[in-house]
């Protein structure tokens, strides 16, 4: 054996660093962000990486990229661009589902390739809610396509995925590494990896236009688009009813109870609201006191509610006197959201967040896995892509979700946009895009460039730029991106593809590698999410294609693109947030996915080697 590729200690370390991440993100016992932080330390105590760059990652042309992206994204949605995109998108249908889902699917793609995908599917939840309501089409039948035009449209550009963004910082770490008398690599120009996306979105499109489409037929069809309508909160949770008031009389055991008592009480209604005195709230905390002359608003049918008032003391008002104004449809009402894989909310309590309190927003039910949640809801520990069904005021839920620790389905009325500022963001956009595609600078300040100019003319405030940032993302990103260098750094990249090498039959075709490197990675990113994949397989593939003799970028670009390919489970945070809004059994979506992934990786491998 050669003795360059004699395993050393550093190179020990390093793959146990890599075993001990891949089993820790595969097990979700640990969050994400606290396991590459542990990584990050493990590094600088073990001297794989020096304290002077421990922190480099930070500062990162891809972590900025990648703030900047979601910052534009907000931008956007703040002047109503999506809200004007819908009407437009209904009128071009014409009431045609084929036509619909085409037209949905291909400007969601395009919109992909200059966001963050993640953002660009929160952003085009309520749209396609508002879609499904006004044509009467489930919406698990155009979640899931939309989805996949909004992966595969993210590898239109090197800004579109948070591994397309890695690979050039990657490529440029990887020079410091290479074999004397290899070329250097240079890094990627903004459109470089277009006809690849044409490419996939394109097949992405045609497959749910011809095969797809057959698989989703009957599948949630009995769905009823989240809307503001009772048929649909009847039919999917049981919440059914009018609103109804009950005032408490001197005689009531309801007397001196906290609100929290009250409503976990055998038979009570959902209760909303309480008056005390001249105070009336909308979703109370649960500690606030029930005294004679209180008002509570209960929703239910008449004859449940009668019966609470019967048996309590209650004195009951089918008119609504007292919450009127706090019960109007344009100021108040249910809702539905998912919790998306980087909420802060995942494993706690309605209880132990005070949704109420904190947020104005009462929790009603869960649905996790089509499995209706309605008993002691407010106890029940969330999860990543739970439903929830809340009622709130518009306002409220506004503010709360703009923390992008559950993501609104429902089409509800917003406040805060900035409609005459269109223009303006609009113009900063496309200047934006044409700075990154001159080439003159580097991307990451031709976005700040339009993150800045969004910020000086008022289309997004301070406090809004802040609140886009997915620092969970970010910090994931900034503190696995050394775990990559060391990879490189101590030869253990080297070792492994050397290793590789040396196993496979002599003469195999490159691009047969290229394949089993491309599916390495996707399988890779179902455990240790797209951007851990990413750190660890470039380095690695770029090593393997010097040592079979390959060209590096190539492989390189194959595993960034490969890093999005997985259809099939929660860890792509863009399935995460579909999943529980669509109704999807996990069954049906390898059903559909597993064909779609191979597709993926054949037409990666085979446009990568037309181009290089």
């Not at 109420?356 to 029940?380: E, F, H, M, P």
């Not at 113009?427 to 001159?438: N, Y």
């Not at 394949?515 to 990413?534: C, E, K, N, P, R």
Request: a positive charge.
């Amino acid at each position: 054996m050669d003795t360059q590729l004699a395993l050393t200690t550093d190179m020990k370390i390093v793959l146990g660093l890599v075993g001990l991440t891949m089993v820790l993100f595969l097990f979700q016992r640990v969050r994400a962000d606290l396991v590459a932080l542990v990584v990050l330390v493990m590094l600088g105590l073990t001297g794989l990486v020096q304290p002077e760059d421990l922190f480099n990652g930070f500062s990162s042309n891809a972590v900025i990229s990648v703030i900047a992206t979601m910052i534009l994204g907000m931008g956007l949605d703040r002047t109503g661009a999506l809200n004007r995109l819908a009407g437009w998108l209904l009128r071009r249908a014409r009431g045609v589902e084929q036509r619909l889902l085409l037209l949905v699917s291909s400007i969601a793609g395009l919109n992909s390739s200059v966001m963050q995908n993640p953002a660009v599917m929160a952003l085009y939840l309520p749209v396609i809610s508002r879609l499904s309501s006004r044509t009467g089409i489930s919406l698990s039948r155009l979640l899931l396509p939309v989805a996949v035009a909004i992966v595969m449209g993210g590898s239109l550009t090197m800004v579109g995925t948070s591994p397309l963004i890695l690979l050039n910082d990657l490529l440029v770490a990887a020079n410091a590494n290479l074999p004397s008398g290899a070329a250097t690599l240079e890094p990627l120009n903004m459109f470089a990896p277009m006809p690849i996306g044409l490419s996939l979105l394109a097949a992405g499109l045609l497959y749910f236009q011809f095969v797809g489409d057959r698989k989703l037929r009957g599948e949630g069809d009995s769905n009823v688009t989240p809307a503001r309508t009772e048929s649909y909160f009847s039919r999917t949770y049981g919440i059914e009813g009018e609103v109804h008031e009950l005032t408490v009389t001197a005689d009531s055991p309801l007397v001196g109870m906290t609100f929290g008592e009250a409503e976990a009480l055998h038979n009570a209604p959902l209760l909303l609201a309480l008056q005390t005195g001249n105070e009336s709230r909308l979703a109370p905390p649960g500690d606030a006191r029930i005294w004679v002359g209180s008002v509570l608003g209960a929703m239910g049918q008449r004859q449940q509610v009668a019966d609470f008032a019967q048996n309590q003391f209650l004195r009951m008002n089918s008119r609504l006197r007292n919450f009127a104004d706090l019960f109007n449809p344009s100021r108040a009402g249910i809702s539905e959201a998912v919790i998306p894989p980087t909420s802060k909310f995942i494993g706690k309590t309605a209880a132990d967040l005070q949704l109420r309190r904190q947020y104005g927003i009462s929790l009603l039910a869960i649905n996790r896995d089509k499995t209706v949640i309605r008993d002691d809801v407010r106890n029940t520990p969330l999860r990543a892509g739970d439903m929830l069904v809340l009622h709130s005021i518009w306002h409220d839920l506004g503010q709360a979700s703009s923390k992008r620790d559950f993501v609104i389905v429902t089409d509800y009325p917003k406040g805060e946009q900035r409609p005459h500022k269109f223009r303006i963001a609009m113009t900063i956009f496309a200047v934006t895009m044409l700075i990154a595609v001159s080439g003159r600078v580097p991307t990451s300040i031709a976005l700040m460039t339009g993150v800045a100019g969004m910020l000086v003319f008022g289309v997004l405030k301070m406090d809004e730029a802040y609140s886009a940032i997915s620092w969970k993302t970010v910090f994931l990103m900034a503190c696995l991106i050394p775990l990559g260098w060391a990879m490189d750094g101590s030869g253990a990249a080297a070792w492994v593809a050397g290793h590789t090498i040396e196993r496979l039959p002599t003469g195999l075709p490159i691009w047969v590698i290229e394949f089993a490197v491309a599916l390495l990675t996707a399988a890779f990113s179902m455990v240790i999410s797209h951007v851990g994949a990413t750190i660890v397989v470039v380095p690695l593939a770029i090593n393997l294609a010097l040592a079979a003799g390959g060209n590096p970028t190539a492989f390189a670009l194959i595993v960034a693109l490969s890093a999005s390919n997985n259809f099939v489970t929660q860890s792509n945070p863009v399935m995460s947030m579909i999943t529980g809004p669509g109704g999807y059994r996990p069954r049906e979506l390898w059903k559909i996915g597993v064909p779609l992934s191979l597709v993926y990786t054949l037409i990666v491998v085979l446009v990568v080697n037309l181009m290089f």
